[in-house]
């Protein structure tokens, strides 16, 4: 896969980010985090954390003590070596997130629960769009009994593409469950460590400053079996961190601190993602709002917090409030994007797909989104400088009053230069409206369809597929 870098935005000078770190550490040495679980109490009890019942204060030491085993840099595996992404420094990689509930459902429009099969359905269809390059699981399948769903949305995301697969388990079991699955597909425990095929997202902390005790039980289970896995955390400004960005970010980053300082301890070197994911709250409607030119702005910011910590990091984009593919949702996805794609964010999940603040996801506006993340790349591939770009020899041919249509120069460098879009219109009127006049969700919704029905992804050898048939309660058709 290319490398894409970014770094050319920072929201945050470097005394700033020196002052919400120094704030950070504050918290968690005076105030805190509430720890229930008594396994990871005395995991930071060891390592000379103050314990006062289920009050945990971690001192500055642990916390440099934690960030100095931490990876600064890992791979998460594609089943193909293509999709392979490298986790660190500035590098920037955009996919799918979300736990949507709801599904626009491609023929009808309507919204609709989403199911197993729109797990495949939606896995398939980014399989074959360039510019998203993992997948974590959008929607929960809410036809399957809970029991079977942490296998059943695995293998369906697995099954149908080959790009790296992310989600979460709801137990320590099902996550064992889930790495076997996932190292028979690999070629073993040991070859799977080696290319994680698969990460788990865990949302331990429930903000502010809390764990969660079963998320923080499967969090400590994927550590412990070398498995990359996002720490997630998600507070919202004004209604569970402070209404101030900077105090939003000084939480956060307290959170993360706290996170890495557990799986550290615990499990040193064990492959985590920074995953800070600031929010804001609606202050008239008291709900999540996802498409606030704020909320580029704080997953741009804790980017530049990863990287000053030196820990890879997953943060958010892409989301909106609107309910449809529409303008609003093209302004909203296009704004946070950008950001984050220019801050050097290295995991970019919700950048595609999402709707309603990830309450629903709509097959057209993965197609959508595609080419909004492609622009976004476009970006940081910037503008190149040499003898060749600077084109003074066809400057020359062409002379005062010539073009370039025929030139050399511009048959070697149209296809180069520019992003070419799949989605948008640049015809003529004329042209247009012959064609019957689509807007671009129709034309995103015809380009769905017509990968859904044509596109086949590379699958999990036939062998392989019927052990995994055999050992685990696979509800999904092949």
């Not at 229930?36 to 916390?63: C, Q, S, T, Y």
């Not at 030139?407 to 296809?415: G, I, K, L």
């Not at 064609?435 to 036939?462: N, S, Y």
Request: hydrophobic content about 45%.
């Amino acid at each position: 896969m290319e490398a894409w870098q970014g770094g050319q935005y920072q929201p945050l000078g470097e005394r700033d980010i020196v002052r919400i770190h120094e704030a950070a550490l504050r918290i968690l040495e005076e105030t805190g985090v509430k720890i229930g679980l008594e396994e990871a109490r005395n995991i930071f009890r060891k390592h000379g954390a103050r314990i006062d019942r289920e009050i945990v204060r971690i001192p500055p030491a642990v916390v440099e003590k934690a960030l100095g085993v931490a990876p600064r840099r890992f791979l998460m595996a594609g089943r193909e070596e293509k999709h392979d992404l490298i986790l660190g420094d500035k590098r920037v990689h955009m996919g799918t997130g979300g736990a949507a509930l709801t599904v626009l459902d491609l023929e009808t429009g309507r919204a609709r629960p989403g199911t197993l099969k729109d797990v495949a359905g939606i896995a398939l269809l980014c399989d074959a769009l360039a510019n998203i390059h993992f997948y974590l699981r959008p929607c929960i399948p809410q036809d399957i009994p809970k029991e079977a769903l942490d296998i059943n949305q695995f293998y369906a995301a697995l099954a149908n593409t080959t790009k790296h697969v992310m989600a979460a388990a709801q137990s320590p079991a099902n996550a064992r469950e889930v790495i076997a699955m996932a190292a028979m597909i690999a070629g073993g425990r040991e070859a799977l460590i080696q290319r994680p095929l698969i990460s788990f997202v865990a949302s331990w902390m429930i903000s502010p400053l809390h764990f969660a005790d079963e998320t923080t039980r499967v969090l400590l289970e994927v550590t412990a079996n070398r498995i990359p896995v996002a720490l997630s955390a998600a507070p919202m400004a004004g209604s569970t961190s402070p209404v101030t960005l900077a105090g939003t970010l000084a939480q956060v980053h307290a959170e993360q601190l706290s996170g890495i300082c557990l799986t550290q301890l615990a499990h040193p070197g064990a492959p985590v993602l920074y995953g800070a994911i600031p929010s804001m709250a609606d202050m008239k409607w008291m709900t999540y709002l996802g498409g606030g030119v704020e909320f580029g702005l704080m997953n741009a910011a804790v980017s530049q917090m990863a990287q000053y910590i030196g820990v890879p990091n997953y943060n958010s984009a892409g989301l909106t409030d609107a309910k449809i593919p529409d303008i609003q949702s093209g302004y909203e996805k296009a704004f946070s994007l950008c950001l984050c794609a220019l801050a050097g964010s290295n995991f970019i999940h919700h950048a595609a797909g999402m709707l309603e603040s990830m309450k629903a996801v709509a097959y057209e506006q993965y197609v959508i989104d595609d080419e909004i993340i492609g622009m976004a790349l476009r970006l940081l591939k910037g503008i190149r400088i040499d003898e060749e770009t600077l084109g003074l020899d066809a400057i020359r041919e062409a002379g005062p009053a010539g073009n370039y249509l025929s030139s050399p120069h511009t048959v070697r460098f149209m296809r180069q230069e520019y992003f070419w879009p799949s989605v948008a219109d640049r015809q003529n009127r004329e042209a247009w409206e012959a064609a019957g006049a689509p807007d671009g969700r129709e034309r995103a919704r015809r380009l769905a369809e017509r990968i859904l029905e044509t596109h086949r992804p590379v699958t999990i050898d036939p062998a392989v597929d019927g052990e995994i048939r055999k050992r685990f309660n696979i509800l999904v058709d092949r």
